[in-house]
């Protein structure tokens, strides 16, 4: 098993706390509510740092709220496990996994592979959160909801945000990327 290096836990801790910020900025999206650059960050966790160290960096993330920081959009604490909304959360761990495994593999280093990639981390998020939020809807709350309809609560902001997000991703990473393996 590799040790981690200084470098490896400064990089993890800086997006740990770009991924709290993210939680906090928030963009405005006229006629609608606003999306956060949480998804961004975590993206970015796994195509700079790897699978594993972004997996670390968004998981010390998830776990820091729960402990009570107030670093979720909506707050934090342990309680935070039974709001609907925490399977996002926990796709975000493992989104920045899937991303960064999928960044480490892919040949050519071009936007491309990296929206691949964060597409990777985008179909991991919504698989778990949405999941997540059905199961907390119907045997939870006792909100007898379709799965269609969870599905369909995602548009118009949140799904269409987050591709965007992908695709903003996949373009600072092709610059970014050189940079932060550069040793």
Not at 39 to 45: P, Q
């Amino acid at each position: 098993m590799k040790r981690f290096e200084t470098r490896d836990l400064i990089l993890c801790g800086l997006f740990t706390a770009l991924t709290a910020v993210g939680a906090y900025i928030q963009v405005p999206v006229p006629g609608m509510d606003y999306f956060t650059l949480q998804f961004l960050f975590v993206l970015m966790a796994g195509m700079l740092l790897g699978s594993r160290n972004g997996a670390m960096a968004v998981g010390v993330y998830v776990l820091l709220g729960l402990v009570g920081l107030p670093i979720f959009a909506a707050g934090g604490g342990i309680t935070y496990i039974f709001r609907p909304s925490f399977g996002y959360l926990l796709g975000f761990i493992a989104a920045a996994f899937v991303t960064g495994f999928i960044a480490e593999r892919i040949k050519k280093k071009n936007f491309q592979g990296y929206l691949l990639a964060a597409f990777g981390g985008f179909v991991v998020t919504y698989g778990i959160g949405l999941v997540y939020k059905y199961m907390m809807l119907n045997f939870y709350v006792g909100e007898k909801t379709a799965f269609a309809m969870v599905l369909a609560d995602c548009f118009p902001l949140d799904m269409p945000g987050d591709v965007f997000l992908s695709i903003l991703a996949a373009l600072l990473a092709v610059r970014l990327v050189p940079v932060v393996k550069r040793q």
